[in-house]
T-cell receptor
Framework: DGGITQSPKYLFRKEGQNVTLSCEQNLNHDAMYWYRQDPGQGLRLIYYSQIVNDFQKGDIAEGYSVSREKKESFPLTVTSAQKNPTAFYLCASSTTPAGGTTDTQYFGPGTRLTVL | KQEVTQIPAALSVPEGENLVLNCSFT??????LQWFRQDPGKGLTSLLL?????REQTSGRLNASLDKSSGRSTLYIAASQPGDSATYLCAVKGGTYKYIFGTGTRLKVLA
């Protein structure tokens, strides 16, 4: 059953804590992405990775970090430097790393992070 | 800088109506445009992808069109059903690895 899994579904963070959100895909996709979604706003790109051991900052990377040690996995760490982390976080992957016209983004079910 | 706008932000229609959702973008230099559906608290599900060289794509009761020169795309839903109730988002892909998303149209189909 191919797809993208994210865990946990709900996550609570205390002030000053770092937390890590998991994203795993078995679609054999090269490119993976992390987005943040806030009410009334479109998705905003945090980080993306075109290939293992390489990743690029998106529009709102401050306070976040990622790693890409395996093709299947792209975990996101929300650090204490992120001052307003309460949001819905979505992981995605796509088929073509180069700027193709046919690549479709596939999304995981999301993780809702709340700061206590 | 590419901006994507979706109007209206919310829409309620009676069951059985045909409806059109709109998406506009400011930079016509796109690789493709994708329409997604999002149910409350869930991830996004891809509905249709239109490549920059295409004018429209169809899947079942859904038809999406693309007019790059005017920076517009429409998603047409025929014979709407209560199960179509969701938020619909469009996203354009420019010359990088990034998709730029609109804020979505929240659709409610009344039984």
């Amino acid at each position: 059953d191919g797809g993208i899994t994210q865990s946990p579904k709900y996550l609570f963070r205390k002030e000053g804590q770092n937390v890590t959100l998991s994203c795993e895909q078995n679609l054999n996709h090269d490119a993976m992405y992390w987005y943040r979604q806030d009410p009334g706003q479109g998705l905003r790109l945090i980080y993306y990775s075109q290939i293992v051991n390489d990743f690029q900052k998106g529009d709102i990377a401050e306070g976040y970090s990622v790693s890409r040690e395996k093709k299947e996995s792209f975990p996101l760490t929300v650090t204490s430097a992120q001052k307003n982390p309460t949001a819905f976080y979505l992981c995605a992957s796509s088929t073509t790393p180069a700027g193709g016209t046919t690549d479709t983004q596939y999304f995981g079910p999301g993780t809702r992070l709340t700061v206590l | 800088k590419q901006e994507v706008t979706q109007i209206p932000a919310a829409l309620s229609v009676p069951e059985g109506e045909n409806l059109v959702l709109n998406c506009s973008f400011t930079d016509s230099a796109i690789y493709n445009l994708q329409w997604f559906r999002q149910d409350p608290g869930k991830g996004l599900t891809s509905l249709l992808l239109i490549q920059s060289s295409q004018r429209e794509q169809t899947s079942g009761r859904l038809n999406a069109s693309l007019d790059k020169s005017s920076g517009r795309s429409t998603l047409y839903i025929a014979a709407s059903q209560p199960g179509d109730s969701a938020t619909y988002l469009c996203a354009v892909k420019g010359g990088t690895y990034k998709y730029i998303f609109g804020t979505g149209t929240r659709l409610k189909v009344l039984a």
